[in-house]
């Protein structure tokens, strides 16, 4: 059974442009969910997909953006980037979409400095 | 009310000490309460969670204690070892059709040999 994956592990951009970020999910899991975890802070919710539509979202923009894929792989794009998006960012799968299962199994995540 | 607010910022406890972490909630639509450890350049990696119908939960070394009518839950490390050295998140989500997971801030456990 693999865990959850996630490329690239490291990037550096510079304000104003766009990044894509990718995630495998955990063999099983049919629902993804993102965060974005800045320096010292615990991760904050960005948004979850399931079934490849977004069903929830936290508060964050709309230059954040999503994509799930039928294999259940999923995209986070940031446009516009700003200083404040540094972070990490973390991709999270679950079994289910949140009723039910509740655990989350989380990624290494993808470091972002944006200059 | 969204906010979960967790203490100590950092801990130190010397090999085989007993480190308490404590959390507390607002929202009592949550129902689930889960712990992560995370190393330096890894994602969270979830330790044990319980809900709010129980008062404590044992897995392994690690024990939550949960006050329902506080609203506060704490995680309690026995025989504490320096491979427990890591940071701790608390956390919280409520039963919506999706899982937004609310953290709180992180505390810092150093465990000194």
């Known amino acids: 059974e693999t865990g959850v994956t996630q490329s690239p592990t490291h990037l550096i951009k510079t304000r104003g442009q766009q990044v894509t970020l990718r995630c495998s999910s955990q063999?099983?899991?049919?629902?993804v969910s993102w965060y974005q975890q800045a320096l010292g802070q615990g991760p904050q919710f960005i948004f979850q997909?399931?079934?490849?539509?977004?069903?929830g979202r936290g508060n964050f923009p709309p230059r954040f953006s999503g994509l799930q894929f039928p294999n259940y792989s999923s995209e986070l794009n940031v446009n516009a980037l700003e200083l404040d998006d540094s972070a990490l960012y973390l991709c999270?799968?679950?079994?289910?979409?949140?009723?039910?299962?509740?655990?989350?199994?989380f990624g290494e995540g993808s470091r972002l400095t944006v200059l | 009310q969204q906010q979960v607010k967790q203490s100590p910022q950092s801990l130190i406890v010397q090999k085989g000490g007993i480190p308490i972490i404590n959390c507390a909630y607002e929202n009592t639509a949550f129902d689930y309460f889960p712990w992560y450890q995370q190393f330096p350049g890894k994602g969270p990696a979830l330790l044990i969670a319980i809900r709010p119908d129980v008062s404590e939960k044992k897995e392994g070394r690690f024990t939550i204690s949960f006050n329902k009518s506080a609203k506060q839950f704490s995680l309690h490390i026995m025989d504490s070892q320096p491979g427990d050295s890591a940071t701790y998140f608390c956390?919280?989500?409520?039963?919506?059709?999706?899982?937004?997971?609310?953290f709180g801030t992180g505390t810092r456990l150093l465990v000194s040999p």
């Open positions: 997909y399931y079934r490849e539509e977004e069903n």
């Open positions: 063999s099983g899991h049919n629902t």
């Open positions: 956390a919280a989500s409520m039963n919506t059709g999706f899982q937004k997971l609310v």
């Open positions: 999270a799968s679950s079994l289910s979409s949140g009723r039910v299962n509740r655990e989350l199994f």
